[in-house]
């Protein structure tokens, strides 16, 4: 008597017609949400608008290091990897003639309210070098364009925080928290809160509230530039209760601890 290795021809019938029972009962494909913890990992990329010159800004693995550094400061903080960021500080023939580079989502934020952040900020591989071309606070920032909402004609603007000096040199920052550290302002002064008045955290949101403005995002970003020459990396930018992980294949999202 020879062996059999498959299925007799009936039972192969019988189950293929299960499955496809099944199939139909089974939910397809999740949608790609636009709550913030569902930031979908094709949506980042380099903002081509709000890019000048050729600066780089790819998720890729590590850095790592550099030599003699341990613990913390000598690995990304989140997973692998993070995003490298480089740029010039006189590349091009415009005035002033340096770089710049956005790398954000241009799509799942869109209609959030602004007032709503309580929580933001990143980790950042900060070096010697950086410092040297721009000085200790010589460092990427977090960028929201907005609708800032004070006024019916004016529909746009930037909402910039700029970071302290990093507490670490040549490896990676703790978090960075832009709700205690740094300053921020609005590039088109829609409030007190503009290039030359710098505002907390706390100070840019009642700069909103005490003209009953309610301002909304269009988009989010981290980026460099166009001021001094930086090559660095970011990672575990945070936004309220989620961490976006930039890691080499994608952007991964991770539940705030």
């Known amino acids: ?24 009962f089974l939910p397809g494909p999740a949608a790609a949400r636009t709550d913030d913890n569902g930031a ?3 949506h980042w990329g380099v903002i081509a608008r ?31 990897g993070s995003l ?27 209609g959030k309210q602004v007032l709503g952040l309580r929580r933001v900020g990143f980790h950042v591989f900060q070096t010697g070098e950086n410092v040297g071309y721009g000085g200790p606070t010589n460092m ?43 300053y921020w302002y609005l590039t088109d002064g829609e409030t007190r809160c503009d290039r030359a008045a710098r505002c907390t955290f706390s100070q840019l949101k009642t700069s909103f509230t005490s003209v009953n403005a309610k301002p909304t995002v269009y988009t ?21 209760d989620y961490v976006y992980d930039f890691e080499r294949d994608g952007v991964k999202v991770l539940r705030a601890k």
């Open 1 to 24: 008597m020879k062996a059999r290795f498959g299925v007799r021809r009936g039972t192969a019938l019988v189950a293929a017609l299960l499955v496809a029972v099944i199939a139909l």
């Open 40 to 42: 979908h990992s094709d």
């Open 50 to 80: 709000n890019t000048i010159g050729s600066p780089v800004a790819e998720l890729r693995n590590g850095p790592y290091g550099p030599f003699g550094t341990t613990g913390a400061a000598a690995r990304p903080p989140y997973g692998r």
């Open 84 to 110: 490298g960021i480089e740029v010039a500080d006189r590349s091009t023939s415009l005035t002033p003639p340096s770089e710049k580079v956005d790398f954000g989502n241009e799509v799942d934020f869109f």
């Open 140 to 182: 990427p920032n977090i960028r929201f364009e907005i609708d800032p909402n004070v006024t019916s004609g004016d529909d746009y603007a930037t909402l910039v925080w700029v970071p302290n000096a990093s507490p670490v040199t040549n490896g990676w920052s703790p978090f960075l928290d832009a709700t205690r550290t740094g």
């Open 220 to 240: 989010v970003a981290v980026g460099k530039g166009p001021d001094f020459l930086w090559i660095g990396a970011i990672d575990g930018l945070r936004l309220n």
